[in-house]
């Protein structure tokens, strides 16, 4: 079964450095990846997806992510972090251009003044 | 576009009530999903629709739970009979395969809340 890993429940940074949230999948087959984004007392929402192409992919508010089959990754990366940049941010998956997403358990990221 | 539509955004009810939770998703899109989150327990599908069809009930927690799609534009979520642990904030969310973009949609939850 594919399953989606999220190796860290909690990331404190302090704001203006830079932050990498881990993931890791596994599946043996093509895969369609995304990150998202909840904001307190709100819905998901999506930062940015890898579908194909380059394995570089820019998202929303200055976040980046890369795909990396070998490794089965697909680590989310922003260089400078706001205190508004607070939130919790899942990792998901496609397996088979399904209709069905799996998420990860999620990663609590808590901005240090 | 308006966006994933949920009604009511907060629920207080007792236990042993019906409860009823709406979602209209976004015009055009073509599979429906239902999720609880908890603190606990995280995110979880609940099921989901393709073209107002049930595909994947299997994350349903029991018999109390039913779900229904008669249209494109409409779905709902009963509990009947609540229990307090059904206490989580559920979300529907809504995607377009057919048009090649996969990612879900989310709406802003509803709260529920069982005493």
């Known amino acids: 079964a594919q399953s989606v890993t999220q190796l860290d429940s909690q990331v404190p940074v302090f704001e203006e450095a830079p932050v990498e949230l881990r993931c890791n999948y596994s599946?043996?087959?093509?895969?369609?990846l995304f990150w998202y984004v909840q904001y307190p007392n709100q819905g998901l929402q999506l930062l940015l997806k890898?579908?194909?192409?380059?394995?570089l992919v820019k998202g929303i508010n200055g976040f980046e992510a890369e795909f990396n089959k070998s490794q089965t990754s697909f680590h989310l990366r922003k260089p400078s972090v706001h205190i508004s940049d607070t939130a919790e941010y899942f990792c998901?998956?496609?397996?088979?251009?399904?209709?069905?997403?799996?998420f990860g358990k999620g990663t609590r990221l808590h901005i240090l003044p | 576009d308006a966006g994933v539509i949920q009604s009511p955004r907060h629920e207080v009810t007792e236990m042993g009530q019906e409860v009823t939770l709406r979602c209209k998703p976004i015009?055009?899109?073509?599979?429906l999903f239902w999720y609880r989150q908890t603190m606990m327990r995280g995110l979880e599908l609940l099921i989901y629709f393709n073209n107002n069809v049930p595909i994947d009930d299997s994350g349903m927690p029991e018999d109390r739970f039913s779900a229904k799609m008669p249209n494109a534009s409409f779905s709902t979520l009963k509990i009947q009979p609540s229990e307090p642990r059904d206490s989580a904030v559920y979300f529907c969310?809504?995607?377009?395969?057919?048009?090649?973009?996969?990612?879900?949609?989310f709406g802003p939850g509803t709260r529920l809340t069982v005493t």
């Open positions: 969310a809504s995607s377009s395969v057919a048009s090649g973009r996969y990612e879900q949609y």
């Open positions: 599946s043996s087959v093509s895969v369609y």
């Open positions: 015009s055009g899109h073509n599979s």
């Open positions: 998901a998956v496609s397996v088979n251009r399904d209709d069905k997403i799996i």
């Open positions: 890898y579908l194909s192409g380059s394995t």
